[in-house]
């Protein structure tokens, strides 16, 4: 069973920025597509950037493209959200996911079976 651990979630003034962090307890998780997604209270969960085991390929929601930035260290096991120009509109919880194919947004979410427990991030206006 795959371990994912995000953390870096917090509460940040509209315009701000914050970076999560998603860490994976195996070492073999390195070969995985990464991803990330969040659920604001009262929505479904929805796709938000995915990045290949590699780097080389990334995606974005279009809410968050030129804004969000997914990025990998292989070496620390380890996933990042950059997230600048934050807007209250990206209050939610965010979830890293491991899968072995790449994530898109139209990706079943039901299909993919390692999910971190989860990081609380919140914009004020």
């Known amino acids: 069973q795959v371990q994912l651990v995000e953390s870096g979630g917090g509460l940040v003034q509209a315009g701000g920025s914050l970076r999560l962090s998603c860490a994976a307890s195996?070492?073999?998780?390195?070969?995985?597509?990464k991803g990330w997604f969040r659920q604001a209270p009262g929505k479904e969960r929805e796709f938000v950037a995915a990045?290949?085991?590699?780097?080389?390929?990334?995606y974005y929601a279009d809410s968050v493209k030129g804004r969000f930035t997914v990025s990998r260290d292989n070496a620390k096991n380890t996933v990042y959200l950059q997230m600048n120009s934050l807007k209250p509109e990206d209050t939610a919880v965010y979830y890293c996911?491991?899968?072995?194919?790449?994530?898109?947004?139209?990706?079943?979410?039901?299909?993919?079976?390692?999910w971190g427990q989860g990081t609380q991030v919140t914009v004020s206006s």
């Open positions: 195996q070492r073999s998780l390195s070969t995985y597509n």
């Open positions: 996911a491991a899968h072995r194919g790449l994530m898109r947004s139209e990706t079943p979410q039901a299909l993919i079976a390692s």
């Open positions: 990045i290949s085991w590699s780097g080389d390929y990334t």
